[in-house]
C-alpha cells in the first residue's frame, strides 16, 4: 500500500509536515495569482516578468538565458523563448559578452526598463502580509524556509542556491554563524538568500 497523500484532509488533519506542505502550496498559488494578474495587465506572460525583473537588478555577468534558467529552474529553451519575445517588444537586446564571446548577455532597452519597473512590485500584497509580523519572528521564519530550500538543494529539485547556507564566506563561531567575507552577524534576519558577495563553497 503506498503512502498517503499529502493532499489528503484525513493525512494533513494527523499529520504537521503535510500542514505545511499543503501552507506552502497555497502560498505558491498566491505567488502565480499575482504574477498572472500582472502578467494580464501588461500584455506579457509570467516568465517575461520575471525576467525583465531580473535584468533590472543584476550585474550584466549574470544577465545570460544560461543564468536566468538556472535562477529561474527552467530550461534554456523556455528562456529563450522569452526574451525573443521580449525582443521583438523592444523591450531588451543582446550584446556580445565582455568576458566571453560565445555567450551575450542581455540589456534592457528605455521602454523594457520602463516597464520592469512598473510589473517589479506584483508581490507587493505577500510583503505587506510578512511584514506585518513582528522583527523576531520574520527572522525565525527566514531562516526555515532558507534551511527547506537548502534541502531541497541537496536532493537536487532545485538547482544550486547563491545564499548563505551554500557560500564559502559562510561559518561558524561562539557567537554564531557569521560572514567572513562581510564580517557581520548571520543570527535569522540577517541571513541572504540571493547575495552578491556569494561565493560557492569548493
Known amino acids: 500500500m503506498g503512502k498517503v497523500s499529502t493532499f ?3 493525512q494533513q488533519a494527523e ?11 497555497r502560498l505558491s498559488e498566491a505567488f502565480r495569482v499575482l504574477l498572472w494578474q500582472e502578467a494580464t495587465q ?6 517575461q516578468i ?8 543584476y550585474p550584466e555577468e549574470q544577465r545570460t538565458v544560461t543564468s536566468l534558467a538556472l535562477y529561474f ?8 523563448d522569452a526574451v525573443k519575445s521580449l525582443e521583438q517588444k523592444n523591450y531588451l537586446v543582446r550584446k556580445p559578452s565582455q568576458t566571453d564571446t560565445r555567450s551575450h548577455s542581455l540589456h534592457l532597452l528605455k521602454e523594457g526598463r520602463a516597464i520592469a519597473k ?34 531541497l538543494n541537496q536532493q537536487e529539485v532545485i538547482t544550486h ?22 564580517g557581520i552577524s548571520l543570527k535569522q534576519g540577517n541571513l541572504r538568500v540571493d547575495c552578491p558577495v556569494f561565493e560557492a563553497k569548493g
Not at 499529520?15 to 502550496?25: D, G, Y
Not at 501588461?42 to 516568465?47: H, M, N, R, T
Not at 520575471?50 to 537588478?57: G, I, K, Y
Not at 529552474?73 to 529563450?80: G, L, W
Request: glycine share 4%; aromatic share 8%.
Open 8 to 10: 489528503s484532509p484525513a
Open 15 to 25: 499529520n504537521t509536515p503535510s500542514k505545511i506542505v499543503v501552507a506552502l502550496e
Open 42 to 47: 501588461y500584455g506579457l506572460s509570467p516568465i
Open 50 to 57: 520575471q525576467v525583465l525583473t531580473f535584468l533590472l537588478h
Open 73 to 80: 529552474n527552467m530550461t534554456k529553451a523556455t528562456i529563450s
Open 118 to 151: 512598473k510589473v517589479e512590485h506584483f508581490a507587493a500584497p505577500m510583503q505587506e502580509a510578512v511584514a506585518a509580523s513582528p522583527a523576531k519572528e520574520q527572522g525565525v521564519l527566514l531562516e526555515q524556509l532558507m534551511q527547506l530550500i537548502y534541502q
Open 161 to 182: 542556491q547563491p545564499m548563505c547556507f551554500n557560500c564559502e564566506h559562510y561559518a561558524s563561531g561562539r557567537k554564531g554563524p557569521y560572514c567572513e567575507e562581510l
